[in-house]
Every structure is written in C-alpha cells, then in structure tokens.
Nanobody
Framework: VQLQGSGGGLVQTGDSLRLSCLAS????????MGWFRQAPGKEREFVAA????????LYSDSVKGRFTISRDNAKNTVYLQMNSLKPEDTAVYYC?????????????????WGQGTLVTVSS
C-alpha cells in the first residue's frame, strides 16, 4: 500500500498550487482521506479531510477559505487545491488514509501515510 504525494514546489505569496495523492496497492474509495503538514521545527498538524464520498469536508482554521480538498475515487486520488498561499503555509505536506469512512482531523485515525511533498512559499 502506497500513497504518493506530488505537486509541491517553490511559489510566491499569493500563488496557488495543487497537491495530488495517488493511492496504489489497494483502493481507498471507502476511506476518509486527509492532508496534514509539518513546518520546520513544529509538530505535524491537520490541514483538511474528506469523507469517502466527498460530501463532507473539514478544514483547519488557518486554511479555511483558501484550501479545498477533493477526491476522485475512480482515480484513487485525493487533491488539495491551495490558493492565496502565505509564507506560513511552508511545510512538508502529507496525505493520509483513515481507517474510517468519515472525515476526521485526528492523526490517530489515519493508518496509511504518504512520504510528503514540500511546499515553500516565499515572501
């Protein structure tokens, strides 16, 4: 089972990026999915989550209104559209698959983790 995150890079304040997470080895169409991030010197934190059907989403207060999580179960892929990026969004972003079908912000609910993709936002 592998979650492969991609789409990170170096951007400027106000730019947009879209992260993708492709799952392989098994299907996650019945699992909630999420994105977390870890900035240098800080603990990993919740960013966004989506339920198995995509109808329910959760966001951290710091990204609400700027980031959008979505999924394409046919492609076994989850996305994170990030708009109006700020320097404080700089972090390694991890996608993860939950053991539950609903959207969750608890890291302990997520069993499978991607390797992380780096997003750097310059001021």
């Amino acid at each position: 089972v592998q979650l492969q995150g991609s789409g990170g890079g170096l951007v400027q304040t106000g730019d947009s990026l879209r992260l993708s997470c492709l799952a392989s080895g098994r299907r996650f169409s019945n699992n909630g999915m999420g994105w977390f991030r870890q900035a240098p010197g800080k603990e990993r934190e919740f960013v966004a989550a989506i339920a198995w059907r995509g109808g329910s989403t959760l966001y951290s207060d710091s990204v609400k209104g700027r980031f959008t999580i979505s999924r394409d179960n046919a492609k076994n892929t989850v996305y994170l559209q990030m708009n109006s990026l700020k320097p404080e969004d700089t972090a390694v972003y991890y996608c993860a698959a939950s053991v539950y079908s609903y959207a969750s912000r608890r890291q302990g609910d997520f069993r499978y983790w991607g390797q992380g993709t780096l997003v750097t936002v310059s001021s």
